[in-house]
């Protein structure tokens, strides 16, 4: 069973405006992460925060973690058409094997 | 530049045939890891391997089988007991075991004939 589950399935924006997507998830971690999906391409990871960290930022990203509500989100601001992709949360179970395990993901529309 | 390479891009696949999925990583690398990717859905894990001469079952092995005889290579075969193959695959690695940011090459579409 998926570990991590994006929320929402998908959005749909305007240049300009800001992006939040969740992720959601069932068991304690020992870190969870964020990458980005360009259509037909690898994924590209983009923040890795820790279970005992709050809050990372890099450049116009900002990830937060609730360990106590098991949620993260990933807020993408000023957002351009260059930021349309999918994103996926992954998260590892603690105490388990430490292979992450990968969410549907969010599909990011940014209308020019 | 370091990375993974996969190939080919596009394969197809006749029914019965058995075929092979390249992966490369100039990154020395240990762990190499196995994804498939559906539409709309997200990756689950197919096989991997922490070291050379080793590798473990994923969530969704039967059907593929994979072999580790070189660091840089981990190449994965689709065999005809897979009967769902068509499907988007991708390769990844990461330095170590732990959970630590993966690699990952641009993937290989493959499809029945």
């Known amino acids: 069973s998926q570990q991590g589950e994006e929320d929402p399935q998908a959005l749909s924006i305007q240049e300009g405006e800001n992006a939040t997507m969740n992720c959601s998830y069932k068991?304690?971690?020992?870190?969870l992460q964020w990458y980005r999906q360009n259509s037909g391409r690898g994924l590209v990871h983009l923040i890795l925060i820790r279970s005992n960290e709050r809050e990372k930022h890099s450049g116009r990203l900002r990830v937060t973690l609730d360990t106590s509500k098991k949620s993260s989100s990933l807020l993408i601001t000023a957002s351009r058409a260059a930021d349309t992709a999918s994103y996926f949360c992954?998260?590892?179970?603690?105490?388990?094997?430490?292979?992450?395990?990968f969410g549907r993901g969010t599909s990011l529309i940014v209308h020019p | 530049d370091g990375g993974i390479t996969q190939s080919p891009k596009y394969l197809f696949r006749k029914e019965g045939q058995n075929v092979t999925l390249s992966c490369e990583q100039n990154?020395?690398?240990?762990?190499m890891y196995w994804y498939r990717q559906d539409p709309g859905q997200g990756l689950r894990l197919i096989y991997y391997s922490q070291i050379v001469n080793d590798f473990q079952k994923g969530d969704i092995a039967e059907g593929y089988s994979v072999s580790r005889e070189k660091k840089e290579s981990f190449p994965l075969t689709v065999t005809s007991a897979q009967k769902n193959p068509t499907a988007f695959y991708l390769c990844?690695?990461?330095?170590?075991?732990?959970?630590?940011?993966?690699?990952f090459g641009d993937g290989t579409r493959l499809s029945i004939l």
């Open positions: 990154l020395n690398h240990d762990a």
């Open positions: 990844a690695s990461t330095p170590g075991q732990g959970n630590q940011p993966q690699h």
């Open positions: 992954a998260t590892d179970a603690s105490g388990g094997s430490y292979i992450p395990t």
């Open positions: 068991t304690s971690i020992n870190n």
